[in-house]
């Protein structure tokens, strides 16, 4: 993950004039839902274009930095007043439809692009409490990468059902 220079400096030093605001962006089949840790609605950038992010409470478990090969990462989302995500996000995954979550970290002194590169994942799992949703999603899965990552098949390589 690419991180900024101001990114940076927030971290080191957590200036009281400057907030660090976490923000999912959900794509769904068919529909974005996209999500801000806060108490109020906020537009923030989305590769230039102002687009509104819902309020919601917002717990994210960032993975840790180790050699385990497994880059997962755990949300936990306030059920909002609508069911309407709960709602889309379990037809999704019922119907084994890919779920992508995109995690963005923006500044309060400069909301029109997010502060670090963003984080795309695909979401594993899922669930439901009763009043929280629970999500598991990773971004690289290092112990499943195939190498090399071209296989031989009888598509690209016809002589090797002689073998």
Not at 93 to 98: E, I, K, S
Not at 115 to 122: K, L, S
Request: proline content about 6%; charged content about 20%; hydrophobic content about 40%.
């Amino acid at each position: 993950m690419v991180v900024s220079t101001r990114l940076r400096t927030v971290y080191a030093s957590a200036p009281t004039d400057t907030a660090i605001i976490a923000t999912l962006d959900m794509e769904l089949p068919g529909e974005h839902v996209r999500l801000v840790d806060d108490f109020e609605d906020m537009t923030l950038g989305v590769d230039g274009v102002p687009q509104v992010f819902e309020a919601c409470g917002l717990d994210i478990a960032l993975p840790t930095k180790d050699n385990s090969g497994n880059q997962s990462l755990q949300f936990a989302l306030g059920i909002l007043d609508d069911d309407r995500i709960n709602e889309l996000v379990a037809t999704a995954l019922d119907a084994d439809q890919p779920v992508y979550l995109t995690y963005r970290e923006y500044l309060s002194t400069d909301t029109s692009a997010p502060a670090a590169a963003p984080i795309r994942m695909t979401v594993l799992g899922g669930e439901f409490n009763e009043d929280t949703l629970g999500l598991e999603a990773s971004y690289y899965d290092l112990l499943n990468t195939a190498w090399p990552r071209e296989r031989y098949t009888l598509a690209n390589a016809p002589g090797i059902k002689y073998l």
